[in-house]
């Protein structure tokens, strides 16, 4: 027989499987594109659409996020699997204030990955539709919560992040809080996912790494093309989302304000993608196993399909 004691340091030692509120309004709305949205994406390489969330899906939405993100920090780690280091950054005294980021919360948390499942059939079919592609996998979710006077979020393009190469990644950015042009709302270089497609078959097939560190500029080292650029910033009311492609270069402006701007974010790829080389948020283990140019990440257990276009 078991002691009390015992019992209360077997628990204790037990993988945390954190409680979660019930699911009762997933994102189910109909929301539809138009070919003037479709075209208008591939031609500035990113599209709003505002109130994605109803006021009652926005409420579960920050339920369910803020508690897991409160789960993880009070266990202070950032990706899904303990004692992982941060491969994309180097610069942490600086990165660390730019935003809060808990990656994967989907892997560790069953109410995020259910609440994004549920949500497959709206982000995962406007994701698709804006692409052009039949599937969306998840690559990883990412909460990113800017702190009150939180650093800005250096110009950067995603995909040459992530462990495999695609011209139809993309992700949403869901607003949590209201994103305004004082707590470091997103900002876009509209059209220059056309640039970084263009210079990756000019140079080989290949993507220079910017990473998010403390010069805005440093994005124009690999395009200098780009100095001149217009940009746009994006505002956005609590709910309403953003999608933007993954070479499609963009930041955020800092946080000048005492209050928090949080936003969920979901990095999404096609199916059968091939395994790169980069490790991002793979874990020691999976680089061990896995085979550059041969492995594809098509386990639905590691990355679920969101949606999938019916036959
Ligand atoms: O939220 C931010 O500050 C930046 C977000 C971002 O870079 C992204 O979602 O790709």
Redesign the pocket.
């Known amino acids: 027989m078991i002691s009390k004691y015992s019992l209360i340091r077997l628990i204790s030692a037990l993988p945390t499987i954190t409680p979660t509120p019930p699911l009762t309004v997933p994102v189910t709305n109909s929301i539809s594109l138009t070919m003037a949205d479709i075209n208008s994406y591939r031609e500035i390489g990113y599209h709003v659409i505002p109130n994605l969330l109803s006021p009652s899906q926005l409420e579960q939405w920050r339920t369910i996020v803020f508690s897991a993100v409160k789960d993880r920090a009070e266990k202070k780690y950032k990706f899904s699997t303990v004692n992982e280091e941060d491969h994309t950054n180097i610069d942490f005294d600086y990165y660390d204030n ?2 809060t980021q808990r990656v994967s919360l989907w892997q560790t948390h069953n109410s995020v990955k259910e609440l994004l499942l549920e949500s497959g059939g709206v982000i995962g079919k406007i994701a698709a539709e804006l692409e052009g592609i039949d599937c969306v996998r998840i690559w990883c979710d ?1 909460a ?1 919560i ?1 702190e009150p006077f939180a650093n ?2 250096a110009w ?1 393009l ?1 995909i040459p992040y992530w462990s495999f190469t695609s011209l139809h990644a993309i ?1 949403v ?1 869901i607003a949590l809080d209201d994103a305004t042009l004082e707590n ?1 709302c ?1 900002y876009f270089m509209p059209g220059s996912h056309k640039v970084t497609e263009r210079r990756y078959y000019a140079e080989n097939n290949t993507f220079t790494e910017i990473k ?1 560190g403390k010069n805005l500029s440093d994005i124009f080292n690999a395009y200098p093309e780009l100095k001149t650029w217009q940009t746009v910033a994006v505002p956005m009311k609590a709910g309403s989302a953003s999608f ?1 492609s993954g070479l499609l270069i ?3 402006g800092a946080n000048m304000t005492p209050g928090r ?1 949080a ?1 969920m ?1 979901i ?1 999404m790829m096609p199916d059968n993608m091939v395994f790169n080389g980069k490790q991002n948020i793979l874990t020691k283990k999976q680089m061990n196993e896995l085979q550059i140019g041969v492995s594809v990440f098509n386990d639905d257990n590691l990355n679920p399909i969101l949606y999938k276009k019916p036959c």
């Open positions: 730019v935003f990412q990113l800017k800005p979020t950067h995603d992700s950015w470091g997103m998010i933007h963009h930041g955020a701007r936003a974010t990095q």
